[in-house]
């Protein structure tokens, strides 16, 4: 997956690979709940096939086949729990987990493909962003028109709308079924209707494996989608995204460097044109390395700027002629629990002389990440 990464990075759209990641990690937890589920109702069926057999060997034999009524619960891991109420657990599993992918989806495809014009992430609903593309014609692709009409779909509206129906109204029960006549059993979710849409009884494996592919497919179509784009274009998003802010570090003398001792000053700098500053910059760390010079082996880690003022210094020189503020208040470390985003910063160019100053010779709140910047150290040789 480092090669997906490292084509996000590289086209700024970094952000969006936790989104990617979150959909593959949902269909595997649903895709796990389905199996068992299907163990579950193999072993039911074997059970009650092999009882009912045994009433009717005893009846041809001795002329007499009891059917005794018997209790269906089975271990769920050491609790005791009926055997149709776990059915009906494992499916609403499965159909929550596919509800959520949608979501996470819309996330996904929003990040990957609006970068700085993403909607907000409290927005970003599939309906939102289905409204939304048609304003960036440069996507046009069968892939993109599958999506616009993917609010309509009759399989979207059946996980919509079996799910809304359990958080908002009433339970959807499992239909476990075993017809001791026939020794066959049946496993099915019974009609419902939502808003005038009538979903008929569907066989449960059948109606959830196919709710299952049909997400697999939309994440599989989309990647490759996303991947042939990039392949040949950039985003026309992202101006103002840049990586890795470079590093300057004076030290007093040898002595000092040597133990990385009380740097006399220091800070975090991009280049800039000082007749074209930008009014805002969104910044992410990254670092890159790639096992035996391989570019296919490259390996990709991203991380949120933990910078709380980053100079800016004029292109080929040392002038500083501002200063980048972050708009946010958090305090971020490289690893912490905040979503992956593209920092945004703030550029500054009057009355910042001071603020900047303090910053430079503080050592209270400098960290140098050798592997995320560029760094340029001189040693001053005072005494």
């Known amino acids: 997956m480092g090669t997906l990464l490292k084509l996000l990075k590289d086209k700024k759209v970094a952000d969006s690979y936790q989104f990617y990641k979150s959909c593959e ?36 034999s001795t002329g007499v086949g009891k059917y005794i009524a018997h209790d269906n619960d089975v271990d769920f891991f050491g609790n005791k729990i009926n055997v149709t109420a776990l059915m009906d ?30 909607l907000p ?27 616009s009409t993917l609010p309509t779909d009759d399989t979207y509206l059946y996980i919509a709308d079996f799910n809304n129906i359990l958080k908002h109204r009433y339970q959807i029960y ?7 006549f026939s020794v066959k059993g049946e496993v099915c979710i019974p009609q419902f209707q939502k808003d005038g849409r009538i979903h008929l009884k569907e066989k449960a494996l059948s109606v959830l494996q196919n709710s299952l592919l049909f997400c697999k497919n939309l994440l599989s179509d989309s990647r490759i989608f996303i991947e042939q784009y990039y392949t040949n274009n950039e985003c026309n998003y992202v101006a103002h995204r840049i990586y890795n802010p470079k590093t300057f570090i004076a030290f007093k003398n040898e002595s000092d460097y040597r133990a990385y001792r009380s740097p006399r000053s220091h800070y975090y700098y991009i280049e800039v044109d000082p007749n074209n500053v ?11 390395s790639n096992a035996e010079g391989e570019e296919q082996n490259t390996s990709v880690e991203c991380y949120n700027s933990p910078y709380s003022l980053i100079v800016l210094r004029e292109h080929g020189t040392y002038n500083m002629i501002g200063i980048l503020k972050p708009d946010d208040t958090d305090v971020y470390a ?14 500054v160019t009057s009355d910042y002389e001071h603020e900047m100053s303090i910053s430079i010779c503080s050592n209270d709140s400098f960290h140098y990440y050798p592997f995320l910047t560029k760094s340029t150290i001189i040693i001053l040789n005072e005494e």
């Open 25 to 60: 990690y949902k269909l595997y937890f649903a895709e796990t709940s389905f199996h068992a589920l299907e163990n579950i109702i193999n072993q039911y069926q074997f059970d009650e096939t092999q009882k009912i057999q045994k009433v009717y060997s005893d009846a041809f």
């Open 89 to 118: 657990k494992l499916t609403m599993e499965i159909m929550g987990l596919l509800h959520n992918f949608f979501d996470t989806y819309a996330q996904w495809l929003n990040t990957a493909l609006l970068g700085e014009n993403a």
């Open 121 to 147: 992430i409290k927005r970003a609903t599939l309906v939102n962003l289905v409204k939304e593309l048609p304003s960036y014609p440069e996507y046009s692709s069968p892939f993109i028109s599958k999506i």
């Open 174 to 180: 499992v239909q476990n079924q075993f017809d001791i």
């Open 278 to 288: 930008p009014d805002k910059f969104q910044i992410m760390l990254f670092s890159e």
């Open 334 to 347: 490289l690893n912490d629990e905040h979503e992956l985003i593209y920092r945004q910063y703030t550029s």
